[in-house]
């Protein structure tokens, strides 16, 4: 069975600090997806990662991943307060349809 | 542009009503899935359309589920009998093609079964 894991769950982090999420899975997939939910909104795409490898920036979130570990890392840098929300990785299932989504990182960032 | 919209936003309704969930994807896309997010399940695909055809319903939970699209766009999830364990915000993405295009979500339906 395809598994996604996110650690941790819930991260409360203060303003300016770093911090990294952690997404294992499971299958050989080499692409992976980083999601973005505020509360009682949808999901907003952030990242693709298509190789192993790849890095990819975005203002102080930077995301990478290493197929060969079957890892990729969210990391946060100097948070802030706009960051609080709950972040989902995701791989290709099996089938190539659908995407396996990690339970999700829900961050709280206070000053 | 417009980006997937789904209606109703909020839905209550009673155990062993039916009820019909709307999805519009974005233009274009030929790819739409649903995907149902309660709590302690995390994100669950349900259902898969390329075109009008579904090649991948291997998340519907029960016979009470079923999903059609037509002409391409428009996509109704229909749940009959609700029970109360069908309580949770129903997800609707699409995308330019399957996986792995990005999948554009919308802004989800509420349903409540009372």
């Known amino acids: 069975e395809l598994k996604v894991e996110q650690n941790p769950l819930f991260l409360s982090m203060q303003e300016g600090k770093n911090y990294t999420i952690y997404c294992n899975y499971s299958?050989?997939?080499?692409?992976l997806y980083w999601y973005r939910q505020d509360p009682g909104k949808s999901l907003e795409s952030l990242f693709v990662?298509?190789?192993?490898?790849a890095v990819k920036q975005e203002g102080r979130l930077m995301a990478s991943l290493d197929t060969k570990a079957r890892l990729s890392t969210l990391h946060i840098t100097a948070a802030v307060h706009d960051l609080s929300a709950t972040y989902f990785c995701?791989?290709?299932?099996?089938?190539?349809?659908?995407?396996?989504f990690g339970k999700g990182t829900t961050l709280s960032v206070s000053s | 542009g417009a980006g997937v919209s789904q209606s109703p936003s909020n839905k209550v309704t009673e155990k062993g009503k039916d009820v019909e969930l709307r999805c519009d994807p974005i233009?274009?896309?030929?790819?739409l899935y649903w995907y149902r997010q309660s709590l302690g399940q995390g994100l669950e695909f349900l259902i898969y359309?390329?075109?009008?055809?579904?090649?991948?319903k291997s998340g519907l939970p029960s016979d009470r589920f079923s999903a059609e699209r037509t002409g391409g766009s428009v996509s109704t999830l229909t749940i009959q009998r609700t029970q109360q364990e069908d309580s949770a915000v129903y997800l609707c993405?699409?995308?330019?093609?399957?996986?792995?295009?990005?999948?554009?979500f919308g802004p989800g339906t509420r349903l409540t079964v009372l």
């Open positions: 233009s274009g896309h030929t790819a």
């Open positions: 993405a699409s995308s330019y093609n399957r996986v792995p295009d990005t999948q554009y």
């Open positions: 990662l298509l190789s192993n490898g």
């Open positions: 299958t050989t997939s080499d692409r």
């Open positions: 995701a791989v290709d299932g099996q089938a190539g349809t659908a995407l396996i």
């Open positions: 359309f390329q075109g009008n055809s579904a090649p991948d």
